[in-house]
């Protein structure tokens, strides 16, 4: 299976977090906080839980706490997806 791309990870955002601009998720916002990027606990829970419906990951709740910019969610679904 091809790997889980930014591209991706955009549609997610926009389908759990009504407002995003997820075309706004490029550049230094990759490694920006979600916190800071507005986005809250619930929104990442729901980002998560909407990727692992998607795509054959699991990501556990306890380990969203280390996912804190959109580069590092979308490095670690992608290294599930491509070993999947």
Do not use: H, W
Not at 32 to 57: C, H, K, N, W
């Amino acid at each position: 299976m091809a790997g889980f791309t930014l591209t991706e990870f955009r549609k997610i955002v926009e389908a759990c977090y009504e407002g995003a601009d997820a075309e706004a998720l490029d550049g230094s916002a990759l490694n920006t906080d979600f916190s800071d990027l507005g986005y809250d606990s619930i929104v990442m829970y729901e980002i998560a839980m909407r990727i692992q419906d998607d795509f054959p990951v699991t990501i556990p709740d306890e380990r969203l706490d280390d996912l804190r910019t959109p580069a590092a969610m979308i490095a670690f679904v992608d290294a599930q997806v491509k070993v999947a």
